[in-house]
């Protein structure tokens, strides 16, 4: 686990019309990465941004930039993330394809790879992945839209999580995505990083960012 706490504002909640400014002023407020949602209108219902957003913020030079793919066919796509300068590239294990050869591709290209799973799917799903992937993403909501509700059941997935790295010293870091703000937020003290949207642009940012990493 961590010493400190990682956030990572997501920034299909940000003002798209200023989003420039809207990220240097989470960096500023103590953001530590940027999550880019990325669907394809078919994995999940929702169609937002591509690679040619992540090219741009990569302008940025000091960007994490951690692309969450809900994407149907992940193979199609990898390569366009890995050239626009994605820093994390997260793949969900119920997509199409050779999930574990794309992990394997994503890290060859110098680049960290995730893996995730809808909460609907068994935890087990994902047990292949750990010893190899850099980080370990957790739902707390269904993915494809922002604004749901946090799913309370899903938080025992993080203790399994964390139990099976911290046996084995693996060496991947958990993510939870869903809901996450300052009530749900003490339920996940097993998450190294936190992905937060509408809790973090919707208020003060730097008081939002300073409650995730329990500093207020």
Known sequence: MLLRKLV????????FANLERE??????????????DVM???????LTIGAPVVKSLRKMKDLYLDCH???EEPEKYVDDFLKAGANNITLHVE???DILGLVREIQKAG???GITLRPRSPIETIFPYIPIVDLVLIMTVEP???G????EDQVPKLATVRDMIERNRYKALIQVDGGVNEVSRPKLEDADVFVAGNFIFKNNYKQAIAALKGES
Request: negative net charge.
């Open 8 to 15: 990572a504002p997501s920034i299909l909640s940000a003002d």
């Open 144 to 146: 494809g839209f922002s």
């Open 148 to 151: 749901q509700s946090f799913m």
């Open 111 to 113: 680049c960290h790879a």
């Open 23 to 36: 990220i240097r002023d989470v960096t500023e407020a103590g953001a530590d990465w940027v999550h880019v």
């Open 40 to 46: 394809d209108g078919h994995f999940v219902p929702n």
């Open 69 to 71: 793919l809900m994407i």
């Open 95 to 97: 997509s199409k394809g």
